[in-house]
């Protein structure tokens, strides 16, 4: 049995149940899908790939590329860990996204074969899923290193240790 709250009393104010939270640019649902959040994202980045297929002609592909690259990836990649372990579904959605990406930048047409070897070889982009391995993996190696470097996750007091780590990816020169 499911006991849900109405609302929450707090002093005079009145905090109202939603259906979809936004929590640092993530939407997550009620159920804790990752849906909404997808569909915000895919819709995003649609209409700024409808903004740069009007100005395509006009630009050369290095800067079609740059361009799509600077909007796409951006909004791809922003707090991309959470759809680890995601449903196909879900993470296809983002792929249908990069795959259009591709089109503009190549000027092919949406039934050209060869959209994954475009992908891999010429514009050298990961899929989705890849994506989202390559960032926990970096970000588990970073805390790694930090963990090795300072013994534990630095608090406030020894932060100013990790200077070095960032600047250098790697340990203080010896002196």
Known sequence: ???YL?????GSDVVEPTDHARLLGVTLSADLTLDRHVSNTSACCFYWLRQLRRVRRSLDSKSAATLV???MSSCIDYCNVVLAESPKAITDKLQQVLNAAA???TETWKYNRGLTDILRNELYWLSVLQRVKFKLGTMMFFVACVTQFCGTWPTSARRSQMLPL???FGPPDVI
Do not use: E, I, K
């Not at 109405?6 to 707090?10: D, F, G, I």
């Open 1 to 3: 049995m499911y006991w």
């Open 103 to 105: 089109h503009v930048v």
């Open 166 to 168: 960032v600047v250098n």
């Open 69 to 71: 690259h600077a909007f």
């Open 6 to 10: 109405s609302h929450l009393q707090l």
